[in-house]
């Protein structure tokens, strides 16, 4: 059960108003990187998860980012107060009212305006937030993974967004928030850390002659890294199609008429792989090719 | 440039046409751990990257998913045909139509099979793919976290599909899919830790004094873990509002009508929070929290 | 500032797991008369809400949804467990898993299923939540209005969903939720009622001879009632175009050419309303369309 | 069946062309308090009504917002005609091209010029039209009330559009289409009224122990008003999990094995909370919680 | 204006209720080749078509695709009472529910059914209309392309519905509605033709050298025909990149190849802006608004 | 299968970074006219086409606009380089920040720039890319049209977009991109004329009494010309409800009960059409009508 307490989680004190800046705060109140996003994103794994420690660290920090979206919120309303006032009486001329809604340039906040100048669940362009920026699987070792990047990215954003003010209390706030992100992170990532082995994730093994190919897709001047020379990789310089056998073409049928030759192809296959499993990287592009 | 080779990069054979089969196998082809997602994902990256190993990297297996999303598609479309013969032609009668309709027990893929049987860009519920899947930001360290995540993402969809059916083609080009996805994560956690340092990352440190601590904001019977114990973890048992300073509420105008107090104030907090740095945890409580 | 409580709002106890159920459930969490819905709308009222009074109202009763969604999303996880069990291992053949899958006879579940069986921010046809269901305007009688009108809905889906199981335990948790739809409707009707005058909402009067008009747009049988008959309704019978004068054309320009004979037109207008006010129903006809 | 008239229900003259004032005015074109989504949420409810009375009121509604939809579109089509041309013909510079196109200060605007100048089914930001925002539920005492407070919106919308303009011709015929909604409200009121009873909806009663509880689920200063005091109201003051006896977890499983235990803790809950229901208001925290 | 006639532009006679088959029907109320889709991509070049022939075409054939969509929308109604009443009263047993429920085998027609059994703005896989299907751009020659398109994909999957029942009052009236699309198509073909030249559209020519190229971007066994051999083709057939000349790479600041050039383009710009431009930064405010 | 050349299909040299024109791109980019609906359009239709010629066809396209996307994301990503470091860095004061963001005088090419600057999945007004777009049905005579049409409205979207700068470079490239639709707008006439007969398309011939009819739906001064005159037209001045008979309702039930009356009422309507089929124009309208 959730509780609510009067007193925002950080205490925010702006400047003037300026609905402008109150837009760009929309990017984070609505926004795919946003507090609602993070918080949703840990509340539908924290009803489902069955471990009682990551339950409780993903309800800890899904009922931190309601706070979050509280606070911005917050910011977002106090930093429209005025425009709102401008809207709810009939300006002096049509001028007039252009200059005001204009002065920071756009209109996504005009749209905002005209709905109150509450903060609506839209990002900083008036996109309506939608469930589809989730991306929770319901895996532990996947949720986990993309609790964190989701993190990096929040932080990366906090940070733009301070980069374009100088008002101190919006930047003072912001830092707080930006801040959360870093802790947040450390939290998923030493509980991903804590479950041994997380990879490669889930039962299946895979395929292990494809584990460790590098499909070199992009024909140019081609960049070595670690992601793929050294260690264990297979580099396959002209990747070809039809890549494990047959004719590349998709079929169906032939299983049904001729089921018992369907096994014998793939048996076929299968020991024709296992006889030419690259001894040497100069003879894998023939392998992963024919 | 892209150019195309007119065979699939893994030879396919499914067994009978099977429409509620097809209608899963859309979750890989337009639904959000799709192949389109994920080739999308790194093709947005590619295209503004500045660092030339990266930019081949994510270009080479931004290709690859196309390849993939071409063998995906060929697959429903080959256990569609049947199905759209049936549609095509009047059947008997209203009985006979539901009960090949609904052999797969759903209707999502009778929607489908209303658009002729092709593969529609939608997942296996009818939901129109959307880039708000996406979650490029154009930071490489947030970047490859979340390409990480999403590679992990995909082979558990792609290992729950392999257990929903037993026919040995299907399952053969999906253990191919789904190996590759593997192959990729490993090339994106080589790319992400050539970058050092790589946490925290952006340019802003953060406040320090929220850096390391752990909000214990859901109560009852707490769990601890490496997530919020041991290291340099602050736990704030009874988190309270207004963590640093300030009455907890949100306003405008203050810094405007006086911006000296704004800064006194600050100042005082800051050399506050500078006194009663917790030298031990007993005392941050009443630090984060009073 | 949120807390949370490890202990649900409301003790839930449901038989066997139940995928279909599951899905159905759904409706609630995300969908268009769910509970994130509900706390949404009020969540955003309330950080820009003024009024001391309602603002308290409304986060007390975002808080409330947000434990009403808390104790859906736990039913929804519960009743999957099992399903979900059967999506992680192998199962023996296709043809027992389309038999499990479908015992609830949809795909939608399937598709959740698909997603680890935790509660996905859906509909029950799998449709992402989306902030376009949110209609907070920003103005505390429209506002309001828009809350009971939402209670209702909630009731009535509850209501129905209550009618679709016979399940002791789901039934009664979903009394609960319902009941509480009631309470919170009664609060928003004394919040408005409150506020004296409330209607005609905001400032601007409106033009007195279309307040009280019934435009009869649908010709046949036409039925009478207290919504178009009584009181101070004028009963258009035979609706024109160009109501109130000119020749029911939108052009541009003429006003900037000849300011003047604007203002003389929309003057004589103004006129000729006054002077044919209609004094009997026969005469109305021609009053409106002329 | 639908019928339609050359010429618009109001005559509309604008001033000059003014593509940003055009921007503004899709909000009411294809925003969702605008005109499509008044025609469709009574429009859907029309096709389905049963009651004779009812069903003629929103057939005469719904033809009516398809006009007023086509008075603003015709008003958006008027006001961006020459800005139509500017992009149909090469412009001198670019510094004249971003002066011309960006004189109302924004961008969602330039994207409804390079699709033509028509109104597009978007609102002022650009986000396309969907039915997401219809809210009809197919009960009437619902679907009033629902359309009680979609015409405040529309009407409060309006008045906001109105006060950002002061060319005469549009605040004459937006005076006109604010009026209309002022009207429907009125009518909509009348036939939920004519329904009796009509609180609660529906045909379940709720749980009548809470049908009157107010949960003080925010905690500060309190604020207590018409809303929570008074009247039956039941004021909870530190409401607590579990409001209604068990531990306050969801499981799966006891029913199945136990069907019998589960309806004596039902029986002996509902003695308990006979024995105790609250004789005065001191006693019902502990009700309620326990 | 609109007007609405209570009688439908065709008589419907359905057989018993049949909740899967109304569910279908939704296809074509709220799916992308519907009758919304239908009646509003005309009507939104109706209200900005200058051509006053086009005009009135186009508001013709929108008005009667509004009165296709309440045929539609009725016989999803009345398809859906007897199952709309199951839902409104308790029923016997769960087993009994889904038995009913599903006897059409999917479950967007269940979540059809929790919103009370009218039609929904939805396609028959519960996914919400979206202005996103509407492609009006606001040039006739493209307009009328798009609705040809538009008409040709609606009789086809009306079609399609024709093939899925053997209920002769359904088949019938589908019949009458697929026929109307196709008199629209000859409609719109008519009104293309005269328009000429219609091909290539718009004003700017292109670049002649490829204008008649086709890209042979697919390899494997080449298929010709007519879209790419004889006539004027020149069939390119194996594409390179940097067609037309340079490095196929991007950068700004080119004026690499004529950096003088632009300077003085620039240089003359800026000149010619210094001469209109206000003298001094205390006048700009002045001018500017500021 | 795809491969990637790593340089562009054409090369792309632009001028100084321009944030605002930079956004304007992404409606080809992201839009519904753009390079990723146009070629996902393609490639959904290739994966499921029978006919070889072509499937090779739409997979040469696809491969095209898949290049083309990447041109259209290069030029983004290198017009917003210069604004990306500005953000990256604190700027030196707020006004200055605003100064910069806007000289294009719009924000959703600020929401971008939030997001690193990269080319978003987006259109010009910040709207995420959606399959909605795409409108393939998998029956060639249909989706060839749909091609055509897009293709049309591509080429206006880039002359409208050549239009609005004066760029060379920028112009030289939309000018290739452009031309390029006009090759394919010819493929595929050349592929649909190829299918003979192509209309009407499908297999069901229609009502032939409805076939030829035009329906003067909107009164007023009528325009007639090619689409509604000479020819075999019928031209139906005053449409009446219930056009082929019946009353002009939707029931169901009777059919059931009493299915001989329904056929001899079908029967007797049949007759009755039969003996007034109009000889001459002055009897149309009672006939279609009555």
Redesign the interface.
Same mark, same amino acid.
């Given at each position: &059960?959730?509780?609510?307490?009067?007193?925002?989680?950080?205490?925010?004190?702006?400047?003037?108003?300026n609905p402008?800046?109150a837009?760009?705060m929309l990017?984070q109140f609505?926004g795919?990187?946003g507090e609602?996003a993070a918080a949703?994103r840990y509340? $539908?794994?924290a009803?489902?998860e069955d471990d009682?420690? !990551?339950?409780?660290?993903v309800? @800890?920090?899904?009922?931190?980012e309601?706070?979050h979206?509280?606070?911005i919120?917050?910011?977002?309303?106090?930093? *429209?107060?005025?425009a709102?006032g401008q809207? +709810?009486?009939?300006?002096?001329?049509?001028?007039e009212?252009?200059?005001s809604?204009?002065s =920071?340039?756009?209109?996504?906040?005009? $749209?905002a305006?005209?709905?109150?100048?509450?903060?609506?669940? $839209?990002?900083?362009?008036?996109?309506?937030?939608?469930? #589809?920026?989730? @991306?929770?699987?319901?895996?532990p070792?996947?949720d986990l993974?993309?609790n964190? #990047?989701?993190e990096?990215?929040a932080?990366?954003?906090y940070?733009?967004?301070?980069?374009?003010? @100088? *008002?101190? %209390?919006i930047k003072?706030a912001r =830092?707080?928030l930006?801040?959360?992100e870093?802790?947040h992170?450390?939290?998923?990532e030493?509980?991903l850390? +804590?479950i041994q082995p997380n990879?490669?994730? %889930?039962?299946?093994p895979?395929?292990p002659e494809?584990?460790?190919?590098?499909? *070199? &897709?992009?024909?140019?001047?081609?960049?070595?890294?670690?992601? *793929?020379q050294g260690?264990d990789w297979k580099f396959i310089d002209d990747?070809q199609?039809?890549?494990?056998? %047959?004719? %590349?073409?998709? +079929?169906?049928? &032939?299983?049904?008429q001729d089921?018992k030759a369907? !096994?014998r192809w !793939?048996h076929a296959r299968h020991r024709t792989r296992q006889a030419i499993q690259p001894p040497a990287r100069s003879l894998v592009g023939n392998v992963m090719g024919v």
């Open positions: &059960m959730f509780a609510h307490n009067k007193r925002l989680q950080y205490t925010v004190r702006v400047g003037a108003p402008g800046l837009n760009l990017e609505g795919p990187q609602l949703m509340f $539908t794994q009803v489902s009682p420690g !990551r339950k409780d660290m309800f @800890d920090i899904a009922t931190e309601l706070s979206l509280e606070v919120g917050s910011i977002v309303a106090v930093l *429209n107060k005025g709102k809207l +709810a009486e009939a300006v002096e001329s049509e001028a009212l252009y200059r809604l204009t =920071g340039g756009n209109d996504s906040h005009t $749209t305006l005209l709905f109150g100048g509450g903060p609506a669940l $839209t990002n900083s362009a008036g996109v309506p937030w939608s469930a #589809a920026y989730i @991306d929770t699987i319901g895996e070792t996947a993974r993309s964190i #990047a989701a990096v990215r932080k990366i954003v940070e733009r967004l301070i980069n374009v003010t @100088d *008002n101190p %209390g003072d =830092g707080f930006m801040t959360r870093i802790a992170q450390k939290s998923f030493k509980a850390h +804590a990879f490669p994730q %889930g039962k299946l895979g395929k494809f584990t460790n190919a590098y499909f *070199n &897709m992009s024909k140019g001047d081609d960049m070595r890294g670690p992601w *793929n260690g990747p199609p039809a890549v494990d056998g %047959g004719d %590349g073409t998709a +079929a169906a049928g &032939m299983y049904e089921v369907l !096994r !793939r």
